[in-house]
């Protein structure tokens, strides 16, 4: 078997488990889409499986939806909605999404800053 039929099984399990609503295999999932790693690079296909795994509560994909909400990438580009993202993900402990608030208010302005800031307060 090659190393190319080792990592199309790997991700035949990966979408199999993901289907069935395994958090840390949709994440993966999404990794994979977003590094073309076995797939097709397909930031479309990786927020999906980001946002999946976000929403059954896995951290790190809380961040990455995050991250391409703020970057426009598989998304439509919304800082305000990033900026929400990450900022759930802080709260609850990931280092990565306090560096990418950081970066990310650099390129806000002060209303969508005001707005994003107004709205994370009510999501907490």
Do not use: C
């Not at 930031?43 to 951290?59: C, E, I, M, P, V």
């Not at 998304?75 to 900022?87: N, P, Q, R, T, Y």
């Amino acid at each position: 078997m090659t190393d190319a039929d080792q990592i199309k099984g790997t991700i035949r399990k990966l979408r199999e488990q993901a289907e069935d609503g395994h958090a840390e295999s949709m994440f993966l999932l999404a990794v994979a889409h977003a590094q073309g790693k076995g797939v097709e690079r397909n930031d479309t296909a990786a927020a999906r499986w980001f946002l999946q795994a976000a929403r059954k509560g896995h951290l790190r994909a809380k961040t990455s939806i995050g991250y391409l909400y703020a970057t426009g990438r598989g998304v439509k580009h919304d800082l305000v909605l990033g900026f929400i993202s990450l900022s759930r993900a802080a709260r609850e402990g990931d280092p990565l999404a306090n560096d990418l608030l950081i970066k990310i208010r650099n390129g806000m302005s002060p209303a969508q800053l005001k707005e994003a800031e107004q709205r994370a307060r009510e999501a907490a």
